[in-house]
């Protein structure tokens, strides 16, 4: 499709909001409860506001706990909260004749940081909730309900030269302007004191914020902020109406994008080395796509974000690469240093007195016409909504540009903002990460005992991990059961049957895709099988050496440029889930065993070749693994249990924990510790190694 044809696609229009508002559902609240209600229905709709933005508020009549009395207490959502998804816990509460006496002790502008330490000394009931920097925009205005969002049609009003204007227009002097100011006390004394000389404002347009609006009771504020949201997406719909956004498309999306965005993200992570590693995100929203292709595309880029929640998030501008140098890994080295170089000059300008040290100086947002946006960030969910406020900012531009020229933070500003004492603050009272925070994990066999076991170690101290099996619906089982108890962000699955070579590849390039990258490959799937020599069919012999001779060298394979990718970065590991009759022959199980040997002997070979890349290769050999095990569930435990001439129930078991010299079963869970240790880096110095996790048994000792 030329050019021409693309730059007549229409811009995408803003949602209008609707109410959604239930009655029924509110009239069984209290006071604290239909504000609560308010707020996670403005939070759970992504027109009105994105995550962790926006709060609300409403002044509500308690008991002192003290004296007994009523008294006037304001409860506003807390520092760090998402309105969508709070409760009640989530909202800080305040004494209201405290938080107006404190005024007293503002002395102008330069007073704003120290106003904050003032705010915990009018809590009220002991409430440990911080108290967000917005609080005196709720405090100081004089109405019961306020509600404070960022909805991308109302930023995009507020980041445009023409917004001003465009204020008058939709709302004929309802709702008021006031110029960019930074949040805190200052803020509110201002905005207070413009609405005080324009009686009968009922909202204020806040330049690079976005809108505050009240009224008298909870309902009223929630419809009273969708009905504005509403009409200024109406309003921008209209003027964008069968045009072009962005100066329309001149790079239309690549039909191949996400095979791309899989090659690509894993050498961009390697090149962006730091303290810790990055997770990756990647989206081709249509939103991007139109972005990413559009004439004015790199113009629009450079700027930057304009509203303090996107910034935050986006850092000072995204890093914008050329689809036709992607495949060279000079120009993209090239262009992570300049990206970080730009930013020590940045931080070097813009830096005060006092400052904190600069941060992490690589890109958070890479943006590639035709192909989409990749966002980076020490964890998956961070990535994920980095990516999200940049969709945001997206929006922002377009609306934006439909009504004048889009404006971003004055760079100072942002600088201020990025480097708030009060943020870095915030920033050192986080817990630090757990160990695997920013590592990427593959297991396959991944919906078995012993590879659910190790994916649920490695999730449990932070990894990401893609699951990959076979069985779609045992993985599908798993992967949801992770959801719910780690999140959905670090998990994910790929069917694969890992003696299917192009299987295998896709499996590779989804973690890719999906994570950025790979730190680790857990090669565990396998089967079983157990037949005297002379009963060994050539089709049972490939069997076993397809899954656990080819299947291992296919996995490591296609799991060796993601891992090469890291090798600045302090390496990465492969582990082999072997067996104790790699090392120990079996009589009656000859093509398995030898099979495992010769996929043990495959990870020797390997930490040999990976060694120069820092990819360290070891190998976990189990013995007798049998709760939770598929592998047992089938002919396997009848056939070794025919073997030793003992039932295959309750008596199997006991025979293996009798012939163990511990006497003791061996877990899924066993198996997971050790390759837990192989995995992380307090194996950082071992390669080439075997650990035997088979409760002791001689004939396995390595010599």
């Given at each position: 499709?030329?050019?021409?044809?693309?730059?007549?696609?229409?811009?995408?229009?803003?949602?209008?909001?609707?109410?959604?508002?239930?009655?029924?559902?509110?009239?069984?609240?209290?006071?604290?409860?239909?504000?609560?209600?308010?707020s996670?229905?403005?939070?759970?709709d992504?027109?009105?506001?994105?995550f962790?933005?926006?709060?609300?508020?409403?002044?509500?009549?308690?008991?002192?706990?003290?004296?007994?009395?009523?008294?006037?207490?304001?409860?506003?959502?807390?520092?760090?909260?998402?309105?969508?998804?709070?409760?009640?816990?989530?909202?800080?509460?305040?004494?209201?004749?405290?938080?107006?006496?404190?005024?007293?002790?503002?002395?102008?502008?330069?007073?704003?940081?120290?106003?904050?330490?003032?705010l915990?000394h009018?809590?009220?009931n002991?409430?440990?909730?911080?108290?967000?920097?917005?609080?005196?925009?709720?405090?100081?205005?004089?109405?019961?309900?306020?509600?404070h969002?960022?909805?991308?049609?109302?930023?995009?009003?507020?980041?445009?030269?023409?917004?001003?204007?465009?204020?008058?227009?939709?709302w004929?002097?309802?709702?008021?302007?006031?110029?960019?100011?930074?949040p805190?006390?200052?803020?509110?004394?201002?905005?207070?004191?413009?609405?005080?000389?324009?009686?009968?404002?009922?909202?204020?347009?806040?330049?690079?914020?976005?809108?505050?609006?009240?009224?008298?009771?909870?309902?009223?504020?929630?419809?009273?902020?969708?009905?504005?949201?509403?009409?200024?997406?109406?309003?921008?719909?209209?003027?964008?109406?069968?045009?072009?956004?962005?100066?329309?498309?001149?790079?239309?999306?690549?039909?191949?994008?996400?095979?791309?965005?899989?090659?690509?993200?894993?050498?961009?992570?390697?090149?962006?080395?730091?303290?810790?590693?990055?997770?990756g995100?990647?989206?081709?929203?249509?939103?991007?796509?139109?972005?990413?292709?559009?004439?004015?595309?790199?113009?629009?880029?450079?700027?930057?974000?304009?509203?303090?929640?996107?910034?935050?998030?986006?850092?000072?501008?995204?890093?914008?690469?050329?689809?036709?140098?992607?495949?060279?890994?000079?120009?993209?080295?090239?262009?992570?240093?300049?990206?970080?170089?730009?930013?020590?000059?940045?931080?070097?300008?813009?830096?005060?007195?006092?400052?904190?040290?600069?941060?992490?100086p690589?890109?958070?947002?890479?943006?590639?016409?035709?192909?989409?946006?990749?966002?980076?960030?020490?964890?998956?969910?961070?990535?994920?909504?980095?990516?999200?406020?940049?969709?945001?900012?997206?929006?922002?531009?377009?609306?934006?540009?439909?009504?004048?020229d889009?404006?971003?933070?004055?760079?100072?500003?942002?600088?201020?903002i990025?480097?708030?004492?009060?943020?870095?603050?915030?920033?050192?009272?986080?817990?630090?990460?757990?160990?695997?925070?920013g590592?990427?994990?593959?297991?396959?066999?991944?919906?078995?005992?012993?590879?659910?076991?190790?994916?649920?170690?490695?999730?449990?101290?932070?990894?990401?991990?893609?699951?990959?099996?076979?069985?779609?619906?045992?993985?599908?089982?798993?992967?949801?059961?992770?959801?719910?108890?780690?999140?959905?962000?670090?998990?994910?699955?790929?069917?694969?049957?890992v003696?299917?070579?192009p299987?295998?590849?896709?499996?590779?390039?989804?973690?890719?895709?999906?994570?950025?990258?790979?730190?680790?490959?857990?090669?565990?799937?396998?089967?079983?099988s157990?037949?005297?020599l002379?009963?060994?069919?050539?089709?049972?012999?490939?069997?076993?050496?397809?899954?656990?001779a080819?299947?291992?060298?296919?996995t490591?394979?296609?799991?060796?440029?993601?891992?090469?990718?890291?090798?600045?970065?302090?390496?990465?590991?492969?582990?082999?889930?072997?067996?104790?009759?790699?090392?120990?022959?079996?009589?009656?199980?000859?093509?398995?065993?030898?099979?495992?040997?010769?996929?043990?002997?495959?990870?020797?070979?390997?930490?040999?070749?990976?060694?120069?890349?820092g990819?360290?290769?070891?190998?976990?050999?189990?013995d007798?693994?049998?709760?939770?095990?598929?592998?047992?569930?089938?002919?396997?435990?009848?056939?070794?249990?025919?073997?030793?001439?003992?039932?295959?129930?309750?008596?199997?078991?006991?025979?293996?924990?009798?012939?163990s010299?511990?006497?003791?079963?061996?877990?899924?869970?066993?198996?997971?510790?050790?390759?837990?240790?192989?995995?992380?880096?307090?194996?950082?110095?071992?390669?080439?190694?075997?650990?035997?996790?088979?409760?002791?048994?001689?004939?396995?000792?390595?010599?």
């Amino acid at each position: 499709m030329s050019a021409q044809i693309h730059a007549a696609v229409a811009a995408l229009p803003f949602a209008v909001p609707a109410s959604r508002w239930d009655d029924s559902h509110a009239s069984a609240l209290d006071a604290a409860g239909l504000l609560l209600y308010r707020s996670n229905l403005l939070g759970s709709d992504l027109t009105v506001t994105n995550f962790g933005g926006g709060n609300t508020s409403a002044k509500l009549t308690e008991t002192d706990p003290l004296s007994g009395d009523p008294v006037d207490v304001l409860w506003v959502k807390g520092s760090g909260g998402d309105i969508g998804s709070m409760g009640l816990d989530g909202f800080a509460t305040l004494y209201l004749d405290r938080l107006l006496g404190l005024e007293a002790h503002y002395r102008g502008p330069e007073d704003d940081d120290r106003m904050v330490g003032f705010l915990p000394h009018c809590t009220f009931n002991l409430n440990g909730r911080a108290a967000s920097i917005d609080t005196p925009l709720h405090a100081l205005l004089p109405f019961a309900h306020i509600d404070h969002v960022h909805p991308d049609a109302m930023i995009a009003l507020a980041a445009s030269s023409g917004g001003e204007a465009a204020v008058r227009e939709i709302w004929g002097g309802r709702i008021g302007w006031l110029p960019w100011k930074r949040p805190g006390y200052t803020l509110g004394v201002m905005l207070r004191d413009f609405v005080a000389a324009n009686p009968g404002l009922e909202g204020v347009m806040l330049a690079g914020h976005g809108i505050i609006c009240w009224a008298d009771n909870a309902k009223g504020c929630y419809e009273h902020t969708i009905g504005l949201i509403a009409d200024a997406a109406r309003f921008l719909n209209d003027r964008q109406s069968g045009k072009p956004a962005f100066g329309g498309m001149v790079v239309p999306p690549s039909p191949g994008r996400a095979a791309i965005a899989a090659d690509l993200m894993p050498r961009l992570r390697g090149l962006m080395t730091g303290e810790r590693r990055k997770v990756g995100h990647f989206s081709d929203d249509a939103e991007t796509l139109e972005f990413v292709g559009s004439a004015h595309f790199e113009r629009l880029a450079a700027l930057g974000t304009s509203c303090p929640d996107h910034f935050l998030r986006t850092k000072i501008a995204p890093l914008a690469l050329d689809p036709a140098r992607l495949r060279d890994d000079a120009y993209l080295a090239a262009r992570i240093a300049d990206y970080r170089e730009l930013y020590r000059a940045y931080y070097e300008r813009c830096k005060r007195a006092g400052s904190p040290a600069m941060r992490d100086p690589n890109p958070v947002v890479v943006l590639v016409p035709g192909v989409g946006r990749m966002t980076f960030a020490a964890d998956k969910t961070t990535a994920r909504l980095a990516g999200e406020f940049y969709a945001n900012a997206i929006n922002v531009m377009r609306g934006a540009e439909a009504v004048g020229d889009y404006v971003a933070l004055d760079e100072q500003e942002a600088f201020d903002i990025e480097y708030w004492l009060l943020e870095e603050a915030k920033l050192r009272r986080m817990p630090a990460p757990r160990p695997m925070v920013g590592r990427i994990a593959l297991v396959t066999g991944g919906a078995g005992g012993i590879g659910a076991a190790i994916a649920a170690r490695l999730l449990r101290d932070g990894a990401c991990v893609m699951l990959a099996d076979r069985d779609a619906k045992a993985l599908e089982e798993v992967r949801a059961g992770f959801a719910r108890q780690f999140g959905g962000d670090v998990v994910r699955a790929v069917t694969c049957d890992v003696t299917d070579e192009p299987a295998v590849a896709a499996a590779f390039a989804a973690c890719a895709r999906e994570f950025g990258g790979l730190d680790v490959l857990v090669a565990n799937a396998g089967i079983a099988s157990s037949a005297p020599l002379g009963d060994t069919t050539v089709e049972l012999w490939d069997r076993n050496y397809d899954v656990l001779a080819k299947g291992y060298f296919l996995t490591a394979k296609h799991a060796w440029p993601l891992l090469q990718a890291m090798q600045d970065q302090g390496g990465a590991s492969v582990v082999f889930i072997g067996s104790k009759n790699a090392v120990a022959a079996a009589a009656g199980a000859s093509a398995y065993a030898s099979a495992k040997a010769a996929a043990n002997h495959l990870a020797r070979c390997l930490a040999l070749e990976g060694a120069s890349a820092g990819i360290r290769v070891n190998v976990v050999n189990p013995d007798a693994v049998i709760q939770g095990s598929r592998i047992w569930d089938g002919d396997w435990r009848k056939e070794r249990a025919g073997t030793h001439g003992i039932d295959p129930g309750a008596e199997l078991e006991e025979h293996y924990r009798q012939r163990s010299m511990l006497k003791r079963a061996v877990l899924p869970e066993d198996i997971a510790e050790a390759t837990y240790w192989f995995a992380s880096d307090m194996s950082a110095k071992s390669t080439g190694n075997m650990i035997n996790v088979d409760a002791g048994n001689a004939q396995a000792f390595t010599r």
